[in-house]
């Protein structure tokens, strides 16, 4: 081509040449190669299998040479699996228990646990806040992928738990003219519908249009909730738009509403009449469970309407000596009015001497309610420099990050509501709202500084990282019925670290240990310092593991395995002070887990993709501490128990398989088992969640195959439960017990342009 342009140019003429692209594949395909297009460290992913994540190093690293338990669910994934919520999504992740309150809440919350641990949720690397009443839901349909990393990981993001965290990843402008729009039908009379459109901006819109590139996100959800009376409705609008100037910078700008006006279910059932037969009261009547549409709510009262809105930013520049700055930021506001009739674990069981002394037919409830406005301001900034040492090549992270959250609750006791009856429930009661009679302000900072270097020497990769946090929470709460001002001021500190070493061999094979620390402030309580009208706060919760791994790539392919073996402690949660009053606490609660899991991906080839999973947890308590066995009403120490809804085992695996060629082209079949193994249903193992099995099932049409003008358009079915299994997914106490969902269908049709 170079000669061609000379001789055109020397002869006076003008010449204007296309560009050019050529892009080759060698014989043996790479890990997230050219089968099912590019992935990246936060991009798409291709199949099944992701190849890079910065979930774990905050750097784009593949996940092969990431020294800690790592799993990412990407879109296709979502979509074969219809996952309507994030909960939903992590079903097939070992280690992970979802759905923790079964079918109460999945609609609501984003609610499981890693390792045995609660977990915070990310997006885009940035803290989302939690609770119950004003939390921010994503809706998967915004999403890319969803990157999970196990084990402690303060280092990186601060004050976070000892089981992990899941960092849900947006989908962002892409400078290729896509579309997709999907209506959905089903089970509960469900409504969904979706679109996802987006491109440069055409180049007649101005001198700068290729420089530019939007997306436009919005869908909508009708449906019945999962028990009697209760609803789900959403709307979502997320724009966003992506300036480009150069190669070296990118400026990606999201906004994002969404509005909840009804949430689902959030209630429980007792553990007598569903994990246990009931006679509900009757002297020698015959025993059965109730159904897995009881409500123990009134819908006179249930409430839970959700607005949020939110601006985000995202920009990257790279310089010319190898550094990389990346900088994020949002600002969030979510307002939530939250209403509830629920069963009273106090008035039926811990009252009474034990659940022997409830008559098993009257459910005795108690109503509350909350107004909270939330405001939440998070940025991450770092610089990335990568150079070498000698024979060491060195990829050093430097960052700082900051969020402040202000919540203001106002909020109700919890008085006594009418009792049901669960022979014969009556809905609609009259039940008095009570007032509210406090309102608190309360502001919650994290400051923190961290620093890692991932240093390379030939196929030995060593990590290092360090980070120190400034963290407080404070605030008034008043009380309207006294006037009484309680203030908060609860400051914590604290350094955590992170060293692993991996070596990669030429076979694909990739083994690693791994130590990582994690630690949480404890916002309320005192410890006895000698004054018996004074105490000191508690020192945070800190947590630390050590992990041991392998992960193999066999070479040329598109399949991924990871198995490892982990060690976690939990120290300083507080248990009541045995000497020095009920006033105060002494630090001395600890949790110790240990637990193997393997995980398998798979893009096998063209027509079939894989993911499974296996996890075994041993959870105990191992420090000092009691609870109230709530069978028998005594006290008993928790040395050794286990914490509920912790299974001690999960399998999972997920398939599907699509005809390309044939009478059946462009077929696709597929489907999937869940096992969930015992967990104890109450702190004081007074009894056990039976193991469950669930199977899914999937069919898909790509009418493409049919007609060529039809391409881009799929009909998808989708069977959860398919086999309809009755089953408690998990208690808490004897009071509160949760279904897990019943078989649900739904019917997909998508069209892609």
Request: proline letters at 6%; aromatic letters at 10%.
């Amino acid at each position: 081509m170079i000669p061609v342009a000379a001789r055109a140019q020397a002869a006076g003429s003008e010449v204007e040449l296309a560009e050019l692209s050529v892009t080759g594949q060698g014989a043996a395909r790479s890990l997230g190669g050219a089968l099912y297009g590019p992935g990246g460290a936060s991009g798409a992913v291709p199949g099944y299998v992701a190849s890079r994540s910065t979930v774990g190093t905050k750097t784009d690293t593949p996940i092969l040479e990431t020294a800690q338990s790592i799993s990412v669910i990407g879109r296709k994934q979502i979509e074969d699996q219809n996952a309507l919520t994030v909960t939903q999504a992590l079903r097939f992740t070992p280690s992970v228990a979802s759905e923790t309150r079964g079918a109460s809440g999945e609609t609501r919350l984003e609610l499981f646990l890693i390792r045995g641990f609660q977990a915070p949720v990310f997006l885009d690397g940035m803290l989302l806040p939690g609770g119950r009443d004003a939390n921010a839901t994503v809706d998967p349909f915004r999403l890319e992928r969803i990157d999970i990393i196990k084990g402690p990981a303060s280092v990186l993001y601060g004050q976070s738990g000892p089981g992990g965290l899941v960092n849900l990843v947006s989908k962002v402008p892409q400078f290729v003219n896509h579309g997709e729009i999907f209506v959905q039908g089903g089970s509960f009379h469900t409504l969904r519908g979706g679109i996802d459109v987006g491109g440069p901006i055409p180049s007649e819109a101005g001198p700068l249009a290729d420089q530019f590139a939007y997306r436009i996100i919005a869908s909508g959800w009708n449906a019945d909730g999962p028990v009697n009376t209760t609803r789900i409705e959403r709307a979502l609008i997320s724009p966003s738009l992506t300036w480009r100037p150069s190669a070296d910078t990118n400026l990606t700008i999201i906004a994002n509403y969404q509005r909840d006006p009804f949430s689902g279910y959030y209630g429980a059932a007792p553990g007598l009449g569903t994990v246990f037969p009931s006679s509900f009261g009757i002297a020698g009547g015959p025993l059965g469970r109730l159904p897995r549409n009881f409500y123990d709510g009134d819908p006179n009262i249930e409430r839970s309407d959700r607005t949020q809105a939110s601006a985000e930013y995202i920009f990257d520049h790279s310089f010319d000596a190898g550094l990389r700055f990346h900088s994020t930021g949002r600002f969030l506001r979510t307002l939530g009015d939250y209403r509830s009739v629920y069963t009273s674990t106090f008035n039926n069981f811990a009252a009474s001497g034990g659940r022997n002394s409830w008559d098993g037919r009257f459910l005795r409830r108690s109503v509350i309610g909350t107004d909270v406005a939330l405001d939440a301001f998070t940025t991450d900034n770092n610089v990335v420099g990568n150079f070498d040492t000698g024979p060491f090549s060195h990829s050093v992270l430097v960052g700082l990050d900051h969020r402040t959250l202000y919540t203001k609750t106002f909020a109700t006791p919890f008085p006594d509501a009418p009792s049901l009856d669960l022979l014969n429930p009556l809905y609609g009661q009259t039940i008095a709202f009570p007032a509210f009679t406090s309102v608190s302000d309360i502001t919650a900072q994290q400051t923190g500084i961290y620093f890692q270097d991932q240093i390379k020497f030939d196929r030995l990769v060593l990590t290092l990282g360090g980070r120190y946090d400034w963290a407080r929470q404070s605030g008034p709460t008043r009380s309207f019925t006294n006037g009484s001002v309680t203030s908060q001021d609860v400051p914590a500190e604290a350094f955590t670290k992170r060293a692993s070493l991996l070596y990669l061999f030429d076979s694909g094979v990739a083994p690693y240990v791994s130590y990582s620390e994690a630690f949480e402030p404890i916002l309320s309580g005192l410890i006895f310092d000698g004054r018996p009208d004074a105490g000191r706060l508690p020192d945070p919760a800190s947590s630390r593991q050590f992990e041991a791994g392998v992960k193999y790539q066999p070479p040329g392919t598109d399949i991924l395995l990871t198995a490892a073996a982990f060690d976690i402690k939990r120290v300083n949660g507080l248990t009541p002070d045995p000497v020095n009053g009920t006033r105060f606490s002494i630090q001395t609660g600890k949790v110790s887990a240990q637990g193997l899991e393997f995980e398998a991906r798979a893009n096998i080839n063209e027509n079939l993709t894989l993911v499974g999973g296996v996890s075994v947890i041993d959870i105990v308590n191992s420090g000092t501490g009691t609870t109230v066995n709530e069978l028998t009403g005594r006290t008993v120490p928790l040395l050794g128990l286990r914490p509920t809804q912790v299974p001690d085992t999960s399998v999972s695996l997920f398939g599907n398989y699509r005809f390309l060629s044939g009478p059946l082209a462009g077929l696709g079949i597929g489907g999937g088992v869940r096992y969930l193994g015992a967990s104890q249903g109450d702190a004081a193992n007074s009894f056990q969640v039976p193991a469950n099995y669930v199977i899914d099932a999937l069919a898909s049409y790509d009418f493409g195959y049919l007609d060529a003008t039809l391409k881009g358009m799929q009909l998808q079915i989708n069977a959860q439960n398919l086999l309809d299994e009755k089953y408690v997914q998990s208690c808490i106490y004897q009071a509160w017990c949760y279904y897990g969902a019943p078989r649900t269908v739904f019917a997909t049709l998508r069209y892609r342009w």
